[in-house]
């Protein structure tokens, strides 16, 4: 049963993105509306991936996969950032801290679910590659 955390600022947004991936087998998931609550509930349970919009008001995106990426036991966890900023040094930046997949928003469904199955259904080594 993958546990995945939806973090993002705006409510609508996260409550989106959960409803894109619900239809995903016997998901559960954890909302947080900051960087920072991201931090503190990835510090309370294992997840098996993390959705992550790069704007927010405390600790950004980047900044939390950093933290993820340098902690031992969070390290192989797949990350999917989910954006407005659509430009190649924002995507760069992303993907060189340590996501697994760069999207933007508008996203669609498939698009989401696709990535997030990929993700979950490859190995860590597989993950990591993207």
Request: proline share 7%; with cysteine.
């Amino acid at each position: 049963m993958p546990e995945v955390l939806v973090v993002d600022d705006s409510k609508v947004m996260r409550d989106m993105v959960v409803a894109c991936l619900r239809p995903y087998p016997d998901s559960r998931f954890t909302q947080a509306s900051s960087g920072l609550e991201a931090i503190e509930q990835l510090s309370l349970k294992p997840y098996d991936l993390l959705v992550l919009d790069l704007n927010m008001p405390d600790i950004g995106g980047i900044e939390v996969v950093e933290f993820v990426r340098g902690q031992d036991h969070l390290r192989e966890l797949p990350i999917i950032i989910v954006t407005t900023r659509g430009d190649e040094a924002s995507r760069e930046r992303a993907l060189q801290a340590g996501a697994n997949r760069f999207m933007t928003k508008p996203f669609t469904p498939d698009s989401i679910q696709g990535a997030a199955r990929a993700l979950l259904e490859k190995t860590p080594a597989e993950a990591s590659r993207g």
